[in-house]
C-alpha cells in the first residue's frame, strides 16, 4: 500500500512577496483609471449643480407624476402627531433631475429609487437613489443615501459610489429645499462635491 505523498517545498518567500507588491501596486488602478483623492474640503475632484423634482401622484394627475406611495403610514404615526409625519410611509420615484431649476430646463439625469418617514415625532425622510446620466456630459450613475430632516434648511447626504463616468466615486450631496407646493410637488437644489474619484 502506498502511502500520500506530503509537499516537502513550501511556497518561497519571493513568490509571496512578489504577489504581494503586484496587488498593492493595482490598488490604484481600477479599470484602467487613476484613483484622484482631494487633499482638502474645499477642492473636490469634481463639482456640480443639479435640481430634483419629485411630483407624488395625487390621485389625478396619472400623467405628470414621477412618484407614488408604495406603503401608507403606520397607525403609530396618527396616533403621536397631531401634524402627521407620515411615519412609516415609502414612497417609490423615478424623478427628473435638471440643469436649472425649471421642470423645462435641460435633463442631466433622472433619480429613480425611494424614501420613506422614519420619525414620530417631526417629519423627516431617508434617502436611497441613484442618479443615472446618459447625456453627452456625462454616462454612469452616482448612488447617493442618507437622512432628510425635513425642518433643516440644508442638508448632506453621502455619494457612496457610481458607475461609467462616476466609477467608485465618493463624496456628499447638499441638498436645500428650491420649492415645496403643497403634498405633491418639491424640488431639492443638490450641490454634488465628489472627493474621491477615477479618472
Known amino acids: 500500500m502506498q502511502g500520500l505523498i506530503m509537499p516537502t517545498s513550501k511556497p518561497s ?25 482631494s487633499s482638502h474640503k474645499d477642492e ?11 411630483i407624488l401622484y ?14 401608507q403610514p403606520t397607525l403609530l404615526s396618527r396616533s403621536v402627531s397631531i401634524n402627521d409625519t407620515y411615519f412609516g410611509e415609502i414612497i417609490v420615484f423615478n424623478d427628473p433631475v435638471t440643469a436649472g431649476p425649471s421642470l423645462a430646463s435641460a435633463p442631466v439625469a433622472h433619480a429613480e429609487g425611494f424614501y420613506f418617514y422614519d420619525k414620530k415625532e417631526s417629519p423627516s425622510a431617508w434617502f436611497a437613489f441613484s442618479l443615472v446620466f446618459n447625456s453627452t456630459a456625462h454616462k454612469g450613475t452616482l448612488n447617493l443615501m442618507g437622512a432628510d430632516i425635513i425642518a433643516d434648511k440644508t442638508k448632506d447626504i453621502s455619494v457612496v459610489g457610481g458607475t461609467g463616468d462616476f466609477f467608485m466615486a465618493r463624496g456628499v450631496a447638499t441638498l436645500r429645499t428650491d420649492t415645496f407646493q403643497g403634498l405633491y410637488y418639491f424640488r431639492l437644489q443638490m450641490d454634488i462635491k465628489l472627493y474621491e474619484c477615477y479618472v
Open 13 to 37: 518567500l519571493i513568490t509571496a512577496t512578489l504577489l504581494l507588491l503586484l496587488l498593492l501596486g493595482l490598488t490604484g488602478v481600477a479599470h484602467g483609471r487613476r484613483r484622484v483623492v
Open 58 to 71: 395625487d390621485g389625478s394627475n396619472t400623467a405628470n407624476a414621477t412618484s407614488g406611495v408604495s406603503a
Open 44 to 54: 473636490p475632484c469634481l463639482n456640480m449643480t443639479v435640481y430634483y423634482h419629485d
